[in-house]
């Protein structure tokens, strides 16, 4: 297959994810089927605590809240807020379902996260956005965000591609 015939040659490759981040990212992904339903960009998020517990969620409701900050990390990032600090936050990890904007790569920061999951890439997703400027984005992955963190943020991903993807599937045009 030449590289003309393969959709995503020269993006990012698909990461492996553990049976654990495999739950929680297809749970996130759930969560931007939800988003979506409700009339808004299909994005999901949410943070878990090294045990298990689910510390917050949140999908895009952009469109619902008239709202140009309300993606989805930052909603699971202001849901988890309310009841936990940033210390629980620190050994907690954020799974999204769409790779983090730069925005939300600011929020995930200051939230003091320190390791990020996600599904599909903002490389691929522009495939879905097109050319339209009303969605277009900060050409910036969120590695380059987290680079200039004076503390280590993990981050794992592009993963579940083809999940990630399909809640996308003729929702930007």
């Not at 003309?4 to 490759?13: D, Q």
């Not at 999908?59 to 600090?85: F, K, M, P, Y």
């Not at 940033?86 to 769409?98: I, P």
């Not at 943020?153 to 003729?170: F, M, R, T, Y």
Request: proline fraction near 4%; aromatic fraction near 8%.
């Amino acid at each position: 297959m030449s590289a003309a015939e393969k959709p995503f040659a020269g993006f990012l490759p698909e990461q492996t994810v553990s049976e654990r981040d495999g739950v929680y990212l297809r749970q996130a992904i759930g969560l931007s089927r939800t988003a979506r339903e409700r009339g808004n960009r299909p994005f999901g998020s949410l943070i878990v605590a090294r045990d298990g517990t689910v510390l917050g969620q949140g999908w895009n409701s952009n469109s619902e809240l008239r709202d140009c900050t309300a993606h989805a990390e930052v909603q699971a990032i202001r849901d988890a807020s309310q009841r936990h600090g940033r210390e629980a936050l620190e050994t907690a990890t954020l799974y999204a379902s769409g790779e983090p904007c730069v925005m939300c790569a600011g929020a995930i920061f200051w939230a003091n996260l320190r390791r990020v999951v996600y599904g599909i890439d903002d490389q691929r997703l522009r495939i879905f956005r097109g050319e339209r400027l009303d969605q277009r984005d900060v050409e910036l992955s969120c590695r380059d965000v987290f680079r200039a963190a004076p503390f280590d943020i993990e981050c794992v991903g592009p993963a579940l591609i083809d999940e990630a993807s399909q809640p996308h599937v003729g929702a930007w045009k």
